[in-house]
């Protein structure tokens, strides 16, 4: 059973910096996508950044270009993201998933495992 936990939510003041972790088990990720999503309620969960398994092929949304780095470490399992000059507007809970396509997606709906969630914090 594919499990994904992430870790290394916290507290930080703006212009501050946090790397969230995903670790993957249950089975190989040769083929997938790895993501990161963000919600903060009232809003719909959004696409931040993903990583693709075997190439490392990456794409962001455009609110985190230059900010923020997704990265995966095979032997280990895990996924990262190294989140720079953050903003409060980045506070939110943050989801790592996985879906087994290749293609450059935003769409939540290609991903079919997801983690509980990190909440990150912003402070202003």
């Known amino acids: 059973q594919v499990q994904l936990v992430e870790s290394g939510g916290g507290l930080v003041q703006a212009g501050g910096s946090l790397r969230l972790s995903c670790a993957a088990s249950?089975?190989?990720?040769?083929?997938?996508?790895m993501a990161w999503f963000r919600q903060a309620p009232p809003k719909e969960r959004d696409f931040v950044a993903a990583?693709?398994?075997?190439?490392?092929?990456?794409w962001y949304a455009d609110s985190v270009k230059g900010r923020f780095t997704v990265s995966r470490d095979n032997a280990k399992n895990t996924v990262y993201l190294q989140m720079n000059s953050l903003k409060p507007e980045d506070t939110a809970v943050y989801y790592c998933?996985?879906?087994?396509?290749?293609?450059?997606?935003?769409?939540?709906?290609?991903?079919?495992?997801w983690g509980q969630g990190t909440q990150v914090t912003v402070s202003s």
């Open positions: 990583i693709t398994w075997t190439s490392g092929r990456t």
């Open positions: 998933a996985a879906g087994r396509f290749l293609f450059e997606t935003t769409d939540r709906s290609f991903y079919n495992y």
């Open positions: 249950g089975r190989t990720f040769t083929g997938y996508a």
